[in-house]
């Protein structure tokens, strides 16, 4: 059938009329079919590996409940990747994507949004490579010249009138090709390199800022299509640098906010519901109060055990009393994660039709994909609940939820008997994400405990075909760095250390391109960072399995290991580099940072330097340390071999230490 998807036209009819059953729909019959099939003849696709759940004994007859339905969520799409790849079961659960993740064809009811125009798009329309030798004033002015950009390392001129035309003109040849989309973004290059210095735009980022700046772009698209295709729709990331509301620049009418606040939603907040977080409720009823239709961009991506079930349902709610009509849910998509399959049915039925109730939608899927394993993952499920709740009633700021010894005991043994009882990989799964949650930590006084979980884990993988990751190596990454700890445990690091209680941090995140994980002899480690010029931020350090091995209220004396690679002399006084203290929860300002002059450095091998003490009170803080970096030139570089947390008691230089700034987590 074709279908033609207009945002309007997702709602559906149910009729009987004089013995004839009247399937309807703005975009033909297929939401209205679907609707039968789950309603009321109670069919189910629970998961994307399984076939359609179809009840036993099917009646012959069925009493019809006549009755129309619109969802309120044009867009619906929960990323997972339970279901990156499976069309009919999107289709079957009624998604509407707006991602490059899933490309549901017009056919089973997606094609609203043309996924090849989903967000960072601003290279994609006006490429440097086409434009840049041609045009450079379609590029961002930087001092007296204008810089090539691309998607990580710059924008685009935001007031030059023809970018606006370029764009326009991509979009209308991209709509040729695909003609039932009626969605298409215009956002900003996925990097923090937001200026544009010449007069226009500094004109218009001195009163509306950056955000103004990307706004008023995307204005000028959207009302140039408008002339002649009204329905098409604009997106434009809300989204770190362009997050705010402007204060005089106001959306179009077919300009489409998409809020996705990603440092508001990063390690324990990601934790909370949006109305636990004041700098989201005050941005996002900015952006309602300006006019602007909302799509929201959520993060419910901790790679951790989280039950994300009551965290969502009271997003929905919000997002509903806010006039947010697109939801897009960036999950843990490309890790084995507890209860995923679960919460990916759950999200896209509760997306659907948020009147749904987010108990009887749990209760449905437990009773139904588990089988004979439900009584046990009932109860599963129930503690996992109960603990968020706890932690939301009790939390302490900074603090990210933690289970007790005594619930990960239960859990463990319930998902053992529901194991033994049916030995299925739904089971196998859930075990697998138990045991990945206590292997990220291997401490000397549990080696035996930790071997034998880790070789649970081990078979279960392997009898089940399941994987940790399910892109590129992170899979055999995990495991051999799960061995390595046990070894390091058993028997110390491979490597000197001030002591043999020392903590270290290695393997950092490169988090801004043009930085490198490379080899580099003399280091300790197999892969250092290498840090460039302008890139704050650029390298960072997870320390959630720092917190869990320290032991709480004490105090550790933190230094690096670092090699210069320069070219030239600079002065004593000047920033080499630096390394501050981010903690989840905590606004930017009260960021805690250790600057490292070039004084401190000895000459341009390998060497520590000692940067603060470190003072942990809560064994469950979230976020990471990040490496800032001075003015160098280009091909000048620093290397961070690892970062070592010594405890004050077993540090010998006791006027060194005094002389430490500390740092508390």
């Given amino acids: 059938m074709g279908l033609t998807p207009h945002p309007e036209r997702q709602g559906y009819v149910i009729a009987a009329q004089n013995g004839n059953l009247y399937f309807l729909g703005g975009n033909g019959p297929l939401y209205a079919v679907l609707a039968f099939l789950q309603e009321d003849l109670g069919c189910r696709f629970y998961t994307a590996d399984e076939p359609i759940a179809v009840p036993d004994g099917l009646p012959t007859t069925v009493d019809i409940v006549p009755r129309r339905y619109a969802p309120p969520f044009e867009i619906r799409e929960p990323l997972n990747g339970e279901a990156l790849h499976r069309d009919d079961f999107n289709a079957f659960n009624r998604v509407q994507a707006v991602s490059y993740f899933k490309n549901l064809p017009n056919a089973m009811g997606g094609g609203l949004s043309n996924v090849n125009y989903f967000i960072h798009t601003y290279d994609t329309l006006v490429p440097a490579d086409r434009y840049f030798d041609v045009h450079p004033e379609y590029f961002p002015l930087r001092g007296s010249q204008r810089f ?20 326009a003109a991509e979009i209308k040849d991209a709509i040729t090709h695909a003609p039932a989309s009626r969605i298409y973004s215009v956002s900003q290059n996925d990097n923090t390199w937001v200026e544009c210095e010449c007069p226009d735009c500094q004109k218009v980022i001195q009163t509306d800022g950056v955000p103004g700046a990307a706004l008023l772009l995307a204005n000028r698209v959207s009302e140039q299509l408008a002339q002649t295709l009204p329905d098409i729709r604009v997106t434009t990331l809300a989204y770190v640098e362009t997050q705010t509301p402007p204060p005089n620049i106001l959306p179009s009418p077919n300009t489409v906010i998409f809020y996705a606040p990603i440092r508001q939603r990063a390690g324990v907040l990601g934790c909370l519901p949006w109305t636990d977080v004041p700098q989201i409720m005050q941005e996002l009823d900015g952006w309602r109060k300006s006019g602007a239709k909302l799509y929201v961009w959520d993060y419910i991506n901790q790679p951790t055990m989280l039950p994300h079930l009551d965290i969502i349902d009271r997003n929905i709610d919000l997002w509903l009393r806010q006039g947010v009509t697109g939801v897009f849910l960036e999950d843990w998509e490309f890790h084995l994660n507890s209860l995923a399959p679960l919460e990916n049915w759950v999200f896209m039925q509760k997306l659907w039709n948020p009147d749904w109730s987010i108990d009887a939608l749990v209760e449905d899927f437990i009773a139904g994909h588990y089988g004979e394993a439900a009584p046990e993952l009932r109860e599963y499920v129930a503690i996992q609940r109960e603990a968020w709740k706890r932690f939301r009633a009790t939390r302490v700021t900074g603090q990210i939820l933690t289970f007790t010894a005594e619930e990960y005991r239960r859990m463990e043994e319930l998902l053992e008997a529901a194991y033994a009882k049916t030995p299925v990989t739904a089971v196998a799964r859930e075990l697998v994400a138990l045991h990945k949650m206590n292997l990220r930590v291997c401490k000397a006084a549990e080696t035996d405990r930790y071997e034998r979980n880790l070789h649970r884990t081990e078979e279960l993988l392997q009898k089940h ?55 580099a002899a003399g280091s300790y480690i197999p892969t250092v960072a290498r840090q460039v010029r302008d890139t704050d931020w650029g390298i960072q350090w997870p320390f959630d399995r720092l917190v869990l091995s320290a032991d709480n209220q004490s105090t ?4 690096i290991r670092v090699k210069p690679l320069l070219d030239h002399p600079h002065a004593p006084g000047e920033l080499a580099f630096g390394v501050n203290l981010w903690r989840s929860g905590y606004s930017l300002d009260t960021i805690q940072q250790r600057s490292v002059t070039y004084a401190e450095l000895q000459g341009d091998d390998w060497q520590y330097i000692y940067l603060f003490k470190v003072y942990f009170y809560s064994p469950s803080v979230a976020g990471y340390f990040y490496n800032t970096i001075g003015p160098m030139n280009d091909g000048e570089a620093f290397l961070y071999d690892l970062i070592e947390f010594i405890p004050l008691d077993q540090f010998q230089d006791t006027k060194l230490a005094d002389s430490l700034p500390t740092f508390t987590m």
């Fill in 556 to 559: 550790y004396v933190a230094r």
């Fill in 465 to 519: 075909g399941l994987k940790l990751c399910t892109i590129g190596t992170g899979h055999e990454d995990t495991l051999q760095e799960w061995h390595e700890q046990l070894e390091d445990a058993r028997h110390g690091a491979d490597f000197p250390r001030y002591c043999e209680e020392s903590l270290i941090l290695k393997k950092p995140l490169i988090a801004i391109h043009h930085n490198a994980a490379v080899q």
């Fill in 148 to 167: 090539r950009s691309r998607q990580n390392e710059g924008q685009l001129c935001y007031t030059n009138p023809e970018v606006a035309a370029v764009m």
